[in-house]
């Protein structure tokens, strides 16, 4: 079983920075695939960002790449997720997910995650 924790979310200007943390529970952390997901009001949850075990592979939706970094510390049992450049259509609840048996092929699915965060909101302002 795996207890996660989101935080850093707030209410920042377009253009601006955040960056959000995920802090899990449990001794297998570093075995676990750690993906971001967010769903928007009155919207469907969307994939944003995942990591492999050991930080080395990272994925990203088109909509982020280039402005959003996901890392994890495996010593502290956290992923971050810094976020640059915030546009207005990155406002949503953010949501950390975990698993530990997922392969890349299938990073980006949200039903393949069995362990979430409860969300932490990040809301941008134009």
């Known amino acids: 079983q795996v207890q996660l924790v989101e935080s850093g979310g707030g209410l920042v200007q377009a253009g601006g920075s955040l960056r959000l943390s995920c802090a899990a529970s449990?001794?297998?952390?570093?075995?676990?695939?750690m993906g971001w997901f967010r769903q928007g009001s009155g919207k469907e949850r969307e994939f944003v960002t995942a990591?492999?075990?050991?930080?080395?592979?990272?994925y990203y939706a088109d909509s982020v790449k280039g402005r959003f970094t996901i890392s994890r510390d495996n010593a502290k049992n956290t992923v971050y997720l810094q976020m640059n450049n915030l546009k207005p259509e990155d406002t949503a609840v953010y949501y950390c997910?975990?698993?530990?048996?997922?392969?890349?092929?299938?990073?980006?699915?949200?039903?393949?995650?069995?362990?979430w965060g409860q969300g932490t909101q990040v809301t941008v302002s134009s």
């Open positions: 990591i492999n075990w050991n930080g080395v592979q990272a």
């Open positions: 997910a975990a698993d530990r048996a997922i392969s890349t092929a299938t990073m980006a699915e949200d039903d393949e995650y069995d362990y």
């Open positions: 449990g001794r297998t952390f570093s075995s676990y695939v």
